[in-house]
């Protein structure tokens, strides 16, 4: 495994409260690819029931943080987009996918689908990093 991978790994790990908060756990990771899950609790739903589009946001920002930072190269995001496609409901297991698109010196593209169960697309978040020399 790679140093920066290893230590990055690390940082989520001890470091990164918010998702841990929510019971985000890192599945894998690798340079450009990071795979998050979580399990929609009822203390995440809003008032139709169904997950509040903020933890949504929050687990595909995770896989999409991990991933742009996964070369060892810190890097931030400019911006983000976030199209729902479907409910989650408490009792869902969720899984983001982070998968870099393009990666220059200076930014990098990131795609991210979100599923539920194993099977069902829920939300499609795109993210554009800006890479720190």
Request: aromatic content about 8%; overall charge negative.
């Amino acid at each position: 495994m790679n140093d920066h991978i290893a230590e990055l790994k690390q940082k989520f790990e001890s470091g990164d409260l918010f998702p841990k908060s929510l019971g985000i756990e890192l599945v894998e990771l690798e340079p450009g690819r990071a795979v998050v899950a979580m399990t929609v609790t009822e203390s995440m739903a809003n008032f139709h029931g169904t997950a509040h589009g903020g933890a949504l946001f929050t687990l595909a920002d995770t896989a999409f943080a991990l991933s742009c930072n996964s070369h060892g190269t810190p890097a931030v995001a400019l911006s983000v987009t976030m199209d729902y496609m479907a409910p989650a409901r408490p009792g869902d297991r969720l899984v983001a996918v982070a998968e870099e698109a393009q990666r220059t010196k200076r930014t990098g593209s990131y795609h991210i689908t979100v599923t539920a169960n194993g099977e069902t697309k829920i939300a499609f978040f795109r993210g554009l990093a800006f890479i720190k020399a």
